[in-house]
Every structure is written in structure tokens, then in C-alpha cells.
């Protein structure tokens, strides 16, 4: 079956999802795997000072080769966790993935609670390179998620590069996309990579991060 029209957003969803629940755990870690290879060969990936990654869910693309790499380069990683009390992410920064990260919100890995988070105006720069997973994506560089929009909260206002983890087939010429949507500058997958034309836009109304600007105690435990 065929993806559903570009303006449906349920339908993409639900056509993703079970596509995704028919690839093999293996299959998944194979292209996670390929896909690892070519973003480590990004000269944007290799250079980046912080790397914002993701702990992947059962259905989405494995990174850790990634992450493994920047910190061994001696290069700063940090990772979403879920705040219940504002129901919101923070980005927190981990040294060792084997030792910094548990199950938490949603059954994902996340930083520890004893972890300090960062302040989100430190990660907006240049300096930090995002790695954003998805269910859908186009070459123009939109993205369509899950539907908290957590993401597109995370990436508000975030000016450094916004690397879109896909495989080959969720790579779609066209997404839906409203105008406060955060826009990747690059979409990566098995086979394909996809650098859209920044084209200026003006200032639209944003979902924006619920989470404090800057907290240095560590939140609540997840839910």
C-alpha cells in the first residue's frame, strides 16, 4: 500500500506505524548501522562540538555508533528526558550511555534524574548539531512525527543543523507541514541525503519549549 495524500497527517502516521511494525529487529539494526556509517561521514557530524542525539524507540533507527563516536572524539553528547512536572523534554548531556541512561517516559532510555540538564539557550548556536528522528519526511525538509510535537518544541528557535534519521522509504515527496514547523537543513538515510535550500521565512508563531530556559536541578522522576 501506497502512502496516504500529502495533506493527511493521520494517514501518514498510521501507514508509517505499520510499516514499521513489519521490519525485523535485525533489519532495523542493519540499517541503523548503514545509516550510522554515512552520518559519521558528514563532515558537519565529525566537526560538531555538542551533539544533540535520541535514544532510539523499538521502531526507529539506532544511532549509537554515533553517539559512541562523538564521545570518544572527546566531544559532548546530549539526550532528551522527559520533565513530568512541566511536561516537556530537557536535553541533558552523558559521558557514558552504558552507566548515564535508564528506562524512562514512554519506555525510552533517557539521562538519569541526578543528571543536571542543559540550559536550551546554550544548544540553540551553531555549535550543536541535532540528530532528529521521525515517521515521515520530505527533501524540502519537513518532518512529520508522532503528534506531542516535542520535537518541534525542542528545535524552536535552534539555528545550528538539523539532521533528519531516516530510512530510504520514509523519505516522502511531500510532508504536511504548518509554517511554525521546525525545517531540517538535512534528511539522511540508507541510500539518500537531502540538503534543502534555506529559504528565509518570516517569524511565525512557534510551539514553544514549555521547559524553563535554564534549571540546573534535576526534575522530577518520569511518570
Not at 521521525?134 to 525538509?141: V, Y
Not at 503528534?147 to 522509504?169: C, E, K, N
Request: hydrophobic share 40%; glycine share 8%; charged share 20%.
Amino acid at each position: 500500500m501506497g502512502a496516504p495524500a500529502a495533506t493527511d497527517k493521520a494517514g501518514i502516521r498510521a501507514w508509517a506505524r505499520e510499516r514499521l511494525a513489519t521490519i525485523a529487529q535485525q533489519a532495523l539494526a542493519a540499517i541503523g548501522q548503514c545509516v550510522s556509517q554515512r552520518l559519521l561521514a558528514l563532515p558537519v557530524v565529525r566537526q560538531a562540538t555538542v551533539l544533540a542525539a535520541y535514544a532510539a524507540m523499538a521502531d526507529e533507527i539506532p544511532i549509537e555508533e554515533v553517539i559512541e563516536d562523538k564521545l570518544r572524539q572527546g566531544g559532548k553528547v546530549v539526550m532528551p528526558r522527559y520533565d513530568a512536572a512541566a511536561r516537556c523534554y530537557r536535553m541533558v548531556a552523558i559521558a557514558n550511555p552504558e552507566k548515564d541512561l535508564a528506562r524512562g517516559h514512554y519506555g525510552i532510555r533517557e539521562p538519569r534524574p541526578e543528571l543536571p540538564p542543559e540550559d536550551p539557550a546554550d544548544l540553540r548556536g551553531m555549535a550543536t548539531v541535532w540528530l532528529v528522528p521521525g515517521l515521515a519526511f520530505d527533501p524540502q525538509g519537513h518532518r512529520l512525527g508522532r503528534g506531542a510535537g516535542y520535537y518541534d518544541r525542542l528545535l524552536a528557535g535552534v539555528a545550528g543543523p538539523r539532521i533528519g534519521v531516516a530510512q530510504d522509504w520514509q523519505i516522502l515527496p511531500a510532508v504536511p507541514a504548518e509554517p511554525h514547523d521546525a525545517i531540517l537543513t538535512m534528511v539522511v538515510s540508507e541510500h539518500r541525503l537531502f540538503e534543502p535550500p534555506q529559504v528565509p521565512r518570516a517569524p511565525q508563531p512557534r510551539k514553544e519549549n514549555p521547559c524553563p530556559n535554564s534549571s540546573h536541578s534535576p526534575p522530577s522522576s518520569p511518570a
